[in-house]
């Protein structure tokens, strides 16, 4: 509850600046509104991808455009001229703001390790519920997008800094994972299992 008092209270105060500093900059604006115009729709595509468990290459890549996001919405409610429109903006902005909020933290990869030429191993930050950091093999698909095809939350590892892979083929797959050895003592923790058309 805290938290959600806290980002409102953001948003008024910057929304406040233009009041304070009574400067208008038409120019500055009509580019920070178009730029967070095309930003919003590159990331909505983005979202929706995502929903369907692909996620574009690069380890930066969906951090960078959901950066963005959220520095074009500041600077959007720090400098554009405060009217109707720009109210009615912010019925749209703050969810989607919150939104991305969230995917920056929860859903950014910490970093991929290499199967094979097709499929990759990856680390990523997992949500509240969950006790470790998330583990997803992942195949490329289109080019520029990785699908992930398999994905634990319940190994409960932190700290993962290297993934071997031991054996990967049509039948079986077996990891060795480093991690800091908090919440498992087994370290490496011999991560495997049983091909059932996951790939």
């Not at 009041?19 to 604006?29: A, V």
């Not at 030429?117 to 997992?126: A, C, D, F, G, L």
């Amino acid at each position: 509850m805290t938290a959600i008092i806290i980002f409102f209270v953001i948003i008024i105060g910057l929304n406040c600046i233009p009041y304070i500093t009574k400067t208008e900059f038409p120019k500055f604006e009509k580019i920070i509104r178009r730029a967070l115009i095309v930003n919003s729709i590159t990331l909505l595509i983005i979202g929706i991808f995502l929903y369907n468990g692909y996620r574009l290459k690069g380890i930066y890549t969906n951090t960078f455009f959901e950066l963005t996001f959220i520095i074009l919405t500041l600077l959007f409610f720090s400098f554009v001229k405060n009217n109707i429109r720009k109210l009615l903006s912010l019925f749209i902005l703050i969810p989607f703001l919150s939104l991305t909020t969230l995917l920056f933290i929860f859903e950014q990869v910490i970093a991929e390790y290499k199967i094979n030429e097709t499929y990759k191993i990856e680390v990523s930050e997992s949500g509240f519920l969950n006790c470790g950091e998330r583990v997803s093999i992942t195949k490329s698909e289109f080019g520029i997008f990785r699908k992930r095809i398999l994905i634990r939350t319940d190994l409960c590892l932190i700290g993962i800094d290297k993934i071997e892979t031991v054996e990967f083929n049509e039948n079986n797959a077996e990891f060795l994972i480093y991690h800091n050895g908090i919440y498992d003592s087994e370290n490496p923790y011999k991560f495997g299992m049983k091909n059932k058309n996951v790939w």
